[in-house]
């Protein structure tokens, strides 16, 4: 069928309210219960909006979608490659790339899906030779437990380079991601996206030193406590919160509580989860821990800011008994929580 003219010129707020009109209320209803409550109020805005539709729109909205839940099927069963023959072989090769390019965009599909099926030891071959900013580009699209494999197999100098740059990279254009797919010579086509693709960041590389032994992790936090100290500073405030004392056995809960002030616990505690006050309680005397929970409730509401300071003092504490090695935290490379 030939497409109207009108459907290149709408938005696809308006094609979304098209199509949900066009299938009825009863359907339109079911859609709506997997919606944000942003999304169901444009869309409602947008059908009272709605004057009319000709046939040939209602049509035009409803190819459209029918073509991009084919395609969507057909990448769920066997990826972008996939879909694409199929798609050229059901609809041609230029509508089929409209289409692919389209749903890519929409559900924004992330590159190098290949990479995040291949075995980390794999790919370690095909990327330690690479430059670094090709590697952090590449580890931001993995999991944070394949990335800790790689980051941890390289040597010691490129270590912190690559963390570095992770957490410092903000935004990269899509011919850059496709030039880099091509060296690595995907089997899958590049993913068709338009727009720029935010990666990495300080979250990114907190995941990664997470995962990582404690030897490389402290190798590249030293490293750039040297050369982006205000770098490391956001990194190691994110790196270990409050909440993680529930990932100590009783026996490290307890040397840390021996250094903690106990109006600093008490602070600490006015905004913590029942489970961390329960990890917390039960790791302190019967009278201390009757002593804490009085001092709670007489001191009354407590500015957050002076909760998260009081918490900060505590997670210090943790990172300062780590470091002498009085507790271990359990972390990858097949550490164990000792004492």
């Known amino acids: 069928m030939a497409r109207n003219n009108t459907d290149e010129k709408i938005s696809g707020l308006q094609k979304a309210a098209i199509l949900l009109i066009t299938l009825g209320p009863e359907r339109s209803a079911a859609i709506f219960k997997h919606l944000k409550e942003e999304e169901i109020e444009e869309l409602t805005l947008e059908i009272a909006n709605t004057r009319s539709i000709t046939p040939q729109l209602k049509e035009s909205v409803l190819d459209e979608f029918y073509e991009i839940c084919l395609a ?26 409209d289409v692919i390019g389209k749903l890519t965009a929409s559900l924004q599909v992330k590159p190098f899906e290949f990479v995040r099926k291949t075995d980390a030891t794999q790919l370690l071959n095909f990327i330690q030779d690479e430059h ?18 790689i980051i941890s197999a390289l040597p010691p100098d490129r270590q912190s380079d690559v963390a570095k740059r992770i957490a410092v990279m903000d935004r990269t254009s899509p011919d850059v991601i496709k030039e880099v797919e091509k060296v690595l010579e995907s089997k ?9 693709t935010i990666i990495g960041g300080v979250d990114a590389v907190v995941d990664i030193l997470n995962t990582v032994d ?48 106990n109006n600093d616990l008490a602070v600490a505690l006015k905004n913590a989860n029942e489970q961390v006050q329960t990890a917390i309680f039960n790791n302190l005397s019967k009278r201390l ?38 507790i271990v935290i359990s972390r990858g490379g097949g550490d164990e929580i000792v004492v």
């Open 72 to 97: 969507q099927q057909y990448i769920s069963e066997g990826g972008i490659g996939y879909a694409r023959e199929l798609l050229e072989k059901a609809l041609g090769s230029d509508k089929a790339l």
């Open 132 to 149: 670094p900013q090709t590697i952090a580009l590449i580890l931001s699209y993995l999991s944070s437990s394949q990335a800790a494999l």
């Open 188 to 196: 899958l086509a590049s993913l068709i996206n338009q727009d720029y």
């Open 214 to 261: 404690r030897g490389t992790e402290k190798h590249i936090m030293e490293t750039l406590e040297i050369e982006e100290p205000e770098l490391a500073d956001e990194i190691r405030k994110k790196m270990f919160v409050f909440e993680d004392i529930l990932l100590l056995e009783d026996r490290a809960i307890q040397r840390v509580l021996r250094e903690v002030d």
């Open 289 to 326: 821990a009757v002593m804490i929970k009085e001092d709670m409730d007489f001191m009354g509401p407590v500015r957050m800011k002076d909760v998260e300071e009081a918490q900060q003092k505590i997670v210090n504490i943790i990172r300062k008994l780590e470091d002498s090695a009085e």
